[in-house]
């Protein structure tokens, strides 16, 4: 059944010239049709150069409004119009260009994890494995890092020579982990190594042997002669990472640490936007696109 459907989904795609991308949190299934998979970083390298004339980003909004800001000739397809990220719609434009006068010198850092709005007040974007890189090769020494406080705190920590204001924005799926949760998993497991995504709390954080994205998790854990993980990011990657090394063993950090967004699109999702019959058709208007693709593009030339 599952197969049938992948089968349908792989000819239609090629009858159709579309590129799919999938973001890490997908499921199995979804990850196994796709063209191309990663973290949001690699998202964004590929939005710029797949050939194909429609792209349909299997993800939350954020990513598909980026792979449109950078591909504005192709067509844009959001898998689910309900899949959004709680953290990108925490702070408006107004908000932040009110705070940034209050500090004109300092840089406006935005995680990706932003509205295209937002991201016009940017002057440079970061995803979380190229944030540290980022942050240390900007000239200015001065960081307005938005809006996630949990990685801001964890870039500081690896940049203490600059100086930055963080404000309380965060991702709720990740930060729903407290220090208990990592206590109790390192109990069960004593043996496991605890590979953290910087969205967690500072607390948590603390108690990672790494620290990374979605993507620099699973290649730790790929990569380590160790045989035994606490997986502090959202469970798919835990699941994914049991296919890809059977011999060794994932704990997901708690049973809690899913992102419904990220789960909302289903495999008949992806069909259905192939067919035409789902998904959203992503629009920017060209002013917001122009400003916003600045920060992106900046990222991509320091993040290289
Ligand atoms: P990365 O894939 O860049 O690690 O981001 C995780 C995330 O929360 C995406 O929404
Ligand atoms: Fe947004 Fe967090 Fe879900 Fe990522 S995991 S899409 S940051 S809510």
């Known amino acids: 059944m599952i197969k049938d459907l992948q089968d349908k989904i792989l000819k239609l795609k090629k009858e159709k010239d579309v590129c799919i991308l999938a973001h890490s949190y997908m ?14 970083y690699a998202l964004s390298l590929k939005a710029k150069t797949a050939p194909q004339s429609t ?15 950078l591909s504005p000739q192709k ?47 940017a002057d440079v974007c970061v995803t979380s494995s ?10 200015q020494q001065n960081i307005l890092f938005i809006p996630d406080i ?9 940049v203490p020579e600059k100086k930055f204001k963080l404000l309380s924005g965060g991702c709720p799926t990740h930060a729903r982990m407290e220090k208990a949760d990592i206590i109790a998993a390192k109990a ?16 948590v954080v ?29 469970n798919a990657i835990a699941e994914h990472l049991q296919y890809k090394c059977p011999d060794k063993k994932f704990y997901p950090l708690s049973k809690d640490l899913v992102c419904h967004n990220m789960k909302i699109t289903t495999l008949p999702d992806v069909y259905n936007c192939l067919t035409g019959a789902g998904g959203e058709e992503i629009t920017l208007d060209e002013e917001t ?13 320091y993040g290289g």
Do not use: W
Not at 27 to 40: K, L, N, P, V, Y
């Open 27 to 40: 499921s199995e299934e979804i990850c196994e049709i796709a063209d191309f998979t990663g973290d949001s």
């Open 55 to 69: 792209v349909l980003m299997c993800g939350v909004r954020f990513m598909a409004e980026t792979v449109k800001m």
């Open 75 to 121: 067509k844009v397809i959001l898998s689910h119009p309900d899949a959004g990220c709680p953290m990108a719609e925490q702070m408006d434009r107004e908000i932040i260009a009110e705070v940034k006068k209050s500090y004109p010198d300092y840089a406006v850092v935005a995680y990706i994890n932003t509205t295209a709005k937002l991201k016009t007040v």
């Open 130 to 139: 190229s944030a540290v890189k980022i942050c240390r090769a900007i000239p």
């Open 150 to 158: 949990n990685l801001g705190s964890y870039v500081r920590s690896q």
């Open 188 to 203: 069960a497991h004593p043996q496991a190594l605890f590979l953290a995504h910087p969205e967690c709390r500072p607390e």
């Open 206 to 234: 603390e108690y990672a042997d790494y620290v990374g994205s979605t993507s620099g998790i699973m290649d730790f854990a790929e990569k380590s002669s160790a045989g035994e993980f606490i997986i502090g990011t959202e």
């Open 289 to 301: 696109r122009l400003k916003a693709v600045k920060c992106i593009e900046k990222m991509i030339e």
